[in-house]
């Protein structure tokens, strides 16, 4: 099925549009997904086998398949196959290992990041997906759904879409050799995981905004935005902006562009 381009409307009316992602695409992330929990639950099962038979008797394991520890190894590897991707897309912006390396992500339907309920519930109903075997049920919907959505997708209200990065430019845009002057990186400021989550398309779009504006505004009128988009911003990511003066603000806004700029900015 062709890719779709879907324009999403925040809550904060700002609108993005994202190329939603189809069966190929996801098929080949979920492909290279399956390999790496493969390799590991091989790894588990001959690791348990060595340990608690040896060697010579490993061949037999499946002899003992209701003891205790096997119980216990099915369910950890449940656990692993389950957890892999419910933690992978909350903790690495929607992108598991396979999904990274494709280039999609899941997103919720408003445009914002997974929160851990969304992606828990996703990732819970991609048992009903798989059913009756190999994801049938699940490949059927993304095939036949406008926004290529598996059931996990309708349910949890979210969105897979392909992320490509803006291309790098031969030449910096001014904010960029700005950035470079200052000697600025993200590891100047260190953000919570929490903090960093709870900044959506709407800050991003204020950030970009006075990024791009900054510097073409004269310095009386360049110091009222930086103290307006100080008081909005970084009291959100743990910045305390009592005391500070308008330059270490203004780095402080130039350095949460850099992180919201690779999570938020995309080429369609």
């Known amino acids: 099925m062709n890719q779709e381009q879907v324009d999403i409307k925040t809550p904060e009316f700002v609108s993005l549009q994202f190329q939603s992602a189809g069966l190929g695409s996801r098929t080949a992330a979920f492909i290279i997904d399956q390999l790496i929990l493969m390799t590991v639950n091989v790894i588990i099962i001959i690791g348990l086998g060595l340990v608690l038979y040896g060697f010579d008797d490993l061949f037999y394991l499946a002899d003992e398949f209701m003891s205790y520890p096997i119980a216990i190894t099915l369910i950890v590897l449940f656990l692993l196959n389950w957890g892999y991707f419910f933690v992978l897309e909350y903790f690495s912006g929607g992108k598991t290992i396979g999904k990274r390396v494709v280039g999609i992500r899941v997103i919720q339907e408003n445009g914002h990041s997974l929160t851990i309920l969304s992606s828990f519930i996703r990732n819970l109903v991609r048992i009903i997906d ?60 260190e953000i919570e995981e929490w903090a960093f989550r709870s900044l959506g398309a709407k800050e991003w779009n204020l950030v970009k905004t006075y990024s791009h504006r900054l510097l073409q505004l004269p310095k009386d009128e360049r110091v009222q935005l930086t103290n307006k988009m100080a008081e909005i911003l970084l009291p959100k990511i743990g910045i305390e902006i009592e005391g500070k003066e308008a330059s270490e603000l203004e780095n402080a806004l130039l350095t949460l562009y850099l992180f919201l700029k690779e999570e938020w900015e995309f080429e369609l």
């Open 130 to 189: 798989s059913l009756p075997a190999n994801y049938l049920v699940g490949m059927l919907m993304i095939f036949f759904h406008p926004k290529n959505k598996r059931i996990g997708d309708l349910v949890a209200g979210t969105i897979v879409v392909h992320e490509r990065k803006t291309k790098k430019k031969s030449r910096l845009s001014a904010i960029e050799k700005e950035i470079e002057r200052r000697g600025l990186s993200k590891d100047d400021v």
